[in-house]
């Protein structure tokens, strides 16, 4: 029988904090599903939930239709499903083939001693580590303790492996040779995999499905390419002093932060001049525009070119900017000191479109504007998002920017107090009520 492992909206509470509120998916024998999201999301707990070292709230977990949920780790184990560590533990004190001899001797099969150590050669073979048979895992380098962990994982006999982190921490070669392995060793013997990955390079090339999660809710999933590469917008809102431009500040590296990092596309950012960061696709608007008022519109505009891949289709990405706003082009000539709130707003997000960015920085589009002009810059913002634009924005008209945004967090005093897809957010009556004072 071919394994399923299938989790129904599994909800995990611990004591008053929602870890995971309702996640469902589903992990084919032959397939590899990956599982993503920032620090905090829920992966590991999920993970936990899938090994048995934790029991859900509620929600079901399923393999090939029996209830796993509630079973002690060694039963779910025998069933079939074993896990890795972000940290590997193995026996320090054994040798390599004498930790995943005990793996084969405790797992699905329970072989003998004998059978063991014949099955630790044969995987250590696989894994490439048959030279560091007899060494003691105490001596082995961290690439070869993940790749132990690996070993130990399938000599359980498992069909679904639960993978952790099992490429952090790796320097480039060795992240591209444990991608490879991984990969050659998955469809060689043919088990399904949910792995739980910050490096995106290993998500893209691994799996064949990806589900992102976030404050223990699933936000997205499809093909990697589809989920990686789907824009959206993504709106920060809450009142004055809430920390919300402070944020985008961090991620355009105006601000150094005391502590945590900037992840894009993969790459930590946090030590990034600011001046650096337009050439990776990060390009901004900042609140008040910051215009040069004696030089023209269409000159503001050129300004905004200075990427290389800007300058490369300058005069293109101008028509485009044109066409997104017809009025700049008839204003074109004109110093933008002396154009309209509206029009200089639309020569500051025309500027930022000037450097081809993959995100958009928006801090308070919508200030010091017309009701009739903010309608008209949140449609445009809207078309740029269809347009294949990811956008993150700040914005005090939290109605409105809740309204075209995809999801959205809400700051007070520093900290994010709620989050989640916007639609959720909108029908929060308590939320709208104090946060908002939307009647």
């Known amino acids: 029988m071919t394994a399923r492992l ?42 936990n939930l899938l ?28 069933l079939g499903i ?22 084969a001797m405790y797992g699905a099969f329970h072989r003998r001693a004998g059978e063991a150590r014949d099955d630790a050669g044969r995987l250590l073979s696989i894994v490439g580590m048959d030279r560091q048979a007899e060494t003691v895992a105490t001596e082995l380098t961290v690439q070869h303790r993940k790749q132990l962990e690996l070993a130990r994982a399938i000599a359980t006999g498992a069909r679904i492996l639960l993978l952790d982190e099992v490429f952090a921490g790796l320097s480039g070669d060795e992240l ?40 223990g809710r699933t936000i997205a999933e499809g093909a990697p390419q589809e989920v990686v590469l789907d824009p959206a ?37 946090t030590s990034l001049p600011a001046h650096d960061r337009p050439a990776l696709g990060i390009a901004s608007c900042p609140e008040g525009r910051r215009l040069f008022p004696l030089l023209t519109a269409e000159t503001n505009l050129r300004l905004g070119a200075y990427t290389a891949r800007g300058r490369k289709a300058a005069d293109a990405t101008l028509e485009y900017v044109y066409k997104l706003f017809p009025r700049l082009k008839e204003r074109a000539g004109v110093k933008a000191g002396r154009l309209s709130g509206g029009e200089q707003q639309m020569v500051g997000i025309g500027r930022a479109l000037m450097a081809k960015p993959s995100i958009l920085v928006l801090d308070e589009p919508s200030l010091g504007l017309a009701p009739k002009l903010v309608s008209e810059i949140f449609e445009k913002i809207h078309e740029l998002r269809k347009g294949g634009l990811t956008v993150l924005m700040v914005e005090q008209n939290a109605y409105a920017a809740l309204r075209i945004a995809d999801f959205g967090y809400v700051m007070q005093n520093g900290q994010v107090m709620r989050s989640g897809p916007t639609k959720d957010l909108l029908d929060l009556e308590a939320l709208r009520r104090d946060y908002f004072a939307i009647n």
């Open 233 to 269: 917008i993504t709106v920060i809102v809450g009142p004055n002093g809430a920390g919300k431009s402070t944020i985008l500040k961090v991620i355009n590296g105006l601000v150094r932060p005391t502590a945590g990092h900037i992840v894009f596309q993969g790459k930590d950012i």
């Open 6 to 47: 299938v989790a129904r909206d599994v909800r995990k509470d611990f004591g008053g904090v929602q870890a995971l509120r309702g996640v469902s998916l589903t992990v084919d024998e032959g397939s590899v599903v990956g599982l993503i999201g920032p620090n905090g999301s829920g992966k590991t707990t999920l993970l």
């Open 176 to 215: 591209a040779r444990s991608i490879n392995l991984v990969s050659k060793i998955q469809k060689e013997l043919g088990f399904g995999v949910l792995v739980v990955e910050h490096v995106m390079r290993a998500v893209l090339t691994l799996s064949g499905h990806v589900v992102v999660i976030e404050e």
């Open 82 to 103: 074993a896990k890795t560590y972000q940290i590997p533990r193995p026996f320090l004190a054994m040798t390599v083939r004498e930790n995943v001899a005990v793996a």
């Open 51 to 78: 090994a048995g070292a934790e029991k859900p709230t509620s929600g079901t977990i399923e393999l090939n239709g029996r209830r796993t949920d509630g079973l002690p780790v060694n039963r779910v184990v025998g």
